[in-house]
């Protein structure tokens, strides 16, 4: 039993009593309502935002589509002219890139966004406008994108964008700089999703949903999250440094400078190929809700999954080389990767055989419908692309088969067989939750067949074509060497493929038609098929069991009649309760933020930024620049409401603060979260850097003499400390008397400006030294150094103004304090990568001589 | 040691494991420095070592547990799921540690 188990026993009665006093279901909708018209571009619910995501994630995947079917007709037959060369670059860089940026992992968020609340029976998620901040960045910014095809400005260096293909002198022009500006941002907005979903399982569980009786799914998101934490600042870096030597010539990737052009595929597949499990994972947890539903029995396997999907999280990231086997690195450090691209195989091979044994398992005859006929499919297309995929780890073989049609063919069954199978098999079961009716079974079979016929007669083709040897990114063939057949009979299954996915979208489009549905139509066990509206659960269940509506029979009565726990409002604002991230005790209320338009304008703002930084209108932009982060401050305005409604009661006896701050809050986790992103970015620095030292250590030797004298780094860290000094004093200072108090703000500024000055000081060390940017790629990596350092501690000095100002506005003190702590954590990150900096630039190089 | 921290530590000391490896190889062909192979042996097996530590430690946690039942549930979980974790590691360790026997360095 757990500690939550121990406070409210099921058997000695339920948190609250009924009949519940009358008007506390109309004060729960006021609350919650959705605003209508115009307005609803404000509205931050869960299931309003959750299915915009989604569908504009669909809308890419439309469009990514037509684009590969534009490609397959040129393609039919060999010597066709239907479209150019340049065309056709432009087609398959920009359906890579929308496919992986733009529907894929959006898709999963949106999900994310969509279910997770609803199988917490969560008001909502923690950050309610950062998920709507997020969507709407990704909205804007890959509409625009996208629109680029439209105008001959599209990308053409293919979805991984190489340099030095993508590098100046060989794509010149602006269309390199809308990848690189475009999808940098659109990262962003995904990094701002991951966040919310790890703080939104980690603390918005049900009371009783300890580790053990979360729902698979969460913990593949979470799985999930984590790793678009650690994964997407590796490529966030490679643009920045690809963009940065575009705009102003500092040679990272230019050879004849020191820079590596190899580089770049280290940083992008050290993200590269996590993606295809960031994209996979919650696919396979998606598969593992549904399994148990249509089995009609609990999974099989609980623990070894969770294990499995720990493992692949881990192991995922010692896989990236294994896409650059034929790029001349040593082979014995191609073994390496190529013993852990099998060793994924292990964890990735027990989620199927425990999917299998949960079929086999079951009460009764495993359902099938329409969402377990995609999941059957999505097991068959899968396991032969991960067979595949240990064809292709063998390093022997992938340098037979490396940029072939083969690799086409295997990782579109990885993706479509492990993502979009899924995809289709989690909207057809979890339509009625979302709609409250269900997509047709009729249309839903005719849908399955057809994509399912459609993409092997599609894609397994090219793997016999990329054994005959058709390389990959080429636009036509002469006719006749023997590949026709093969690419006409891929095309039509392309159009089959199409045809399932227009049927899909005539279904979708009845839907409204359709009559309402049971509650919980396939008799599933989990929470979010509670009865719900626009606030949730009418009361938050304690939970006592990994399907909870299988085996806590009356739960759905006792959370309509309010009986559990939080059935009312009574801080009179949107809130929900925040439990422990291991047993998920009950710990305090959290007040949500509503609607509003300052993250909006936050969006809007910064798209326009990096949209208008991409065609070079540095001015406009810098204007949008600063609008974002006023509109931003103007919404961290709103987010710290204070402790003054004190103690609510949600039942069971449990009277729970209403405001909480420090380490341990859900603030304080995101921040710890921030923090792990802005860290791996600089352990992807610190890996470039050492790269480019082994790649070229005359560079590092010429640079060495052009060190600043060692006084420079001496002050820089006394400035450093003197920062962090400030700010741990800053702290007790709130609890002074008088003037004293005053320390706070004043002590905050300062630390923050001792920061920005070392930043300062140590490109001014550089500078003064002789040293220039651009001068080799040393001279580029020192430099970058502090302009990630340089972005840290502009972000404190922002903050600490900011909390200054909620100082004297007098929204600042002891008890409430949430910015001081957020900006005080984020300086001292600042300063403990800035000595790490300091190390790294002026001990290393004397180090190695 | 801490339930949270037990559950990653089978993945975390991989992944460190496959970082030394992976370095250290492209730093001593750098350097042309000789001896990488010893060096991939030596850290296989300490991995190996620290990986057995981390599971005897969930072990220890949960034979504990069942006597005092100290751990709550989701406590208990971490550290079953842990031994777990730490066995697929070390599967992994193994077998990028094995290549150094049969592929030559730098080459």
Not at chain 1, 386 to 404: C, E, I, K, N, R
Not at chain 1, 517 to 522: E, G, S, Y
Not at chain 2, 41 to 52: D, S, V
Request: glycine share 8%; net charge neutral.
């Amino acid at each position: 039993m757990s500690a939550t188990d121990q406070i409210c026993k099921p058997s000695e009665g339920l948190p609250n009593d009924a009949p519940r006093p009358p008007g506390e279901r109309e004060a729960l909708l006021r609350i919650w309502a959705i605003p209508r018209g115009w307005r609803r571009l404000s509205a931050v619910n869960n299931m309003v935002v959750g299915p915009v995501y989604l569908g504009t994630a669909f809308l890419f995947f439309l469009m990514a589509g037509l684009l590969a079917l534009l490609m397959r007709v040129q393609l039919a037959v060999g010597d066709n002219t239907f479209v150019g060369q340049d065309l056709y670059n432009q087609l398959f860089t920009m359906h890579g890139t929308t496919m992986m940026f733009l529907f894929a992992v959006p898709a999963i968020e949106a999900l994310g966004m969509m279910l997770l609340p609803q199988m917490f029976a969560a008001r909502d998620l923690p950050f309610p406008r950062l998920s709507a901040f997020a969507v709407w960045t990704y909205i804007i910014g890959g509409l625009v994108f996208f629109s680029t095809i439209l105008y001959d400005l599209a990308p053409r260096g293919g979805w991984f964008m190489y340099p030095p293909l993508t590098l100046t002198e060989y794509s010149p022009g602006d269309s390199a700089d809308f990848w690189l500006l475009g999808i940098g941002f659109i990262e962003i907005s995904a990094i701002a999703g991951a966040v919310e979903i790890v703080i939104g399982i980690l603390r918005t569980r049900p009371p009783g949903m300890s580790l053990d009786r979360m729902p698979i799914l969460a913990w593949s998101m979470l799985i999930f999250a984590g790793m678009i934490i650690f994964a997407f600042p590796a490529v966030i870096l490679a643009t920045m440094m690809l963009e940065i030597e575009r705009s102003f010539g500092w040679p990272f990737f230019s050879t004849a400078k020191g820079g590596d052009s190899l580089l770049w595929q280290h940083l992008f597949w050290f993200f590269g190929h996590p993606e295809v499990y960031i994209i996979f994972l919650p696919a396979a947890g998606m598969v593992s809700m549904i399994v148990p539903t249509m089995a009609r029995t609990p999974l099989v396997g609980y623990r070894l999954i969770v294990v499995a999907l720990i493992a692949t999280g881990f192991f995922s990231f010692g896989l990236w080389v294994h896409h650059m086997f034929t790029t001349g690195i040593p082979a014995l450090s191609l073994a390496f990767f190529s013993a852990a691209s099998m060793a994924v195989a292990i964890p990735a091979g027990l989620q199927v055989f425990a999917w299998i044994a949960t079929i086999a398992a079951g009460r009764e005859r495993f359902r099938i419908a329409t969402p377990s006929l995609f999941v059957l499919g999505f097991l068959f297309i899968f396991t032969i692309g991960g067979l595949t995929g240990v064809m292709v780890a063998v390093v022997p073989f992938d340098l037979q088969v490396h940029d072939s049609y083969f690799v086409v063919a295997h990782f579109h069954y990885v993706l479509i067989g492990g993502m979009v199978f899924p995809l289709l098999a989690t909207v057809y079961y979890w339509a009625p939750m979302v709609s409250h009716r269900m997509l047709s079974e009729r249309l839903g079979r005719s849908v399955f067949w057809l994509m399912f016929a459609g993409f092997h007669v599609a894609f397994f083709p090219m793997h016999i074509m990329g054994l005959m040897g058709m390389p990959r990114r080429v636009w036509t063939y002469p006719a006749g060497i023997g590949w026709d057949t093969l690419n006409t009979i891929s095309t039509a299954g392309a159009f089959v493929l199409a045809a399932g996915v227009v049927i899909f979208l005539v279904d979708l489009a009845l839907l409204s038609r359709r009559e309402r549905a049971p509650a919980n139509p396939w008799d599933a066990g989990t929470l979010e098929w509670l009865p719900a509206d626009v606030y949730s659960t009418r009361s938050i269940p304690h939970v006592t069991s990994r399907e909870p509506l299988w085996d806590q029979p009356n739960l759905v009565r006792e959370v309509e009649d309010g009986r559990h726990y939080l059935p009312n409002a009574p801080t009179g604002t949107r809130e929900t309760i925040v439990t422990g991230p291991v047993d998920a005790e009950p710990e305090y209320v959290l007040r949500l933020t509503g609607p509003g338009w300052n993250h909006v304008l936050a969006a809007v703002f910064t798209a326009a930024c990096f949209l208008l930084l991409t065609v070079k209108l540095v001015v406009p932009a810098a204007v949008c620049g600063v609008l974002a982060i006023v509109a931003c401050l103007a919404w961290a305005w709103q987010l710290d409401p204070g402790p003054e409604k004190g103690r609510v009661h949600i039942g069971a006896g449990l009277h729970l603060p209403s405001y909480a701050t420090g380490p341990s809050s859900h603030a304080g986790l995101a921040m710890v979260v921030l923090m792990l992103v802005s860290a791996s970015l600089y352990l992807a620095y610190v890996f470039s850097y050492l790269y480019l030292w082994t790649v070229s250590p005359q560079v590092w030797a010429s640079g060495a003499p052009l060190l600043p004298d060692l006084g420079w780094p001496i002050g820089m860290t006394a400035l450093l400390l003197v920062g962090w000094g400030a700010f741990s004093l800053a702290r007790p200072a709130l609890a002074w008397t008088g003037t004293l108090r005053h320390l706070t703000p004043l002590l905050s500024l300062v630390g923050a400006l001792c920061l920005v000055a070392a930043t300062v000081g140590e490109i001014a060390s550089h500078w003064l030294a002789g040293l220039r940017p651009t001068d080799s790629a040393y001279g580029a990596m020192v430099y970058l150094g502090s302009v990630l350092a340089a972005q840290v501690m502009i972000a404190v000095l922002i903050m600490a103004g900011f909390t200054a100002a909620r100082y004297f506005a007098g929204k600042l003190d002891l008890g409430r304090r949430l910015p001081f702590d957020s900006t005080a954590t984020l300086a001292r990150y600042g300063v403990g990568q800035s000595l790490a900096g300091l190390a790294l630039i002026h001990a290393f190089p004397r180090l190695v001589g | 040691m801490l339930a949270p921290v037990c559950l990653v530590s089978g993945p975390l000391i991989w992944f460190t494991h496959f970082t030394l490896l992976y370095g250290g190889h492209t730093a001593f062909c750098a350097i042309g420095a000789r001896g990488i192979h010893l060096l991939v042996i030596a850290a296989t097996i300490a991995a190996g070592l620290l990986l057995a530590t981390a599971a005897v430690a969930s072990l220890r946690a949960l034979r504990a547990t069942a006597r005092t039942r100290e751990l709550s549930r989701g406590q208990r979980f971490q550290h079953q799921a842990a031994l777990l974790v730490a066995g697929l590691s070390a599967v992994a360790v193994a077998w990028v540690g094995i290549t150094a026997t049969v592929v030559p360095a730098c080459s």
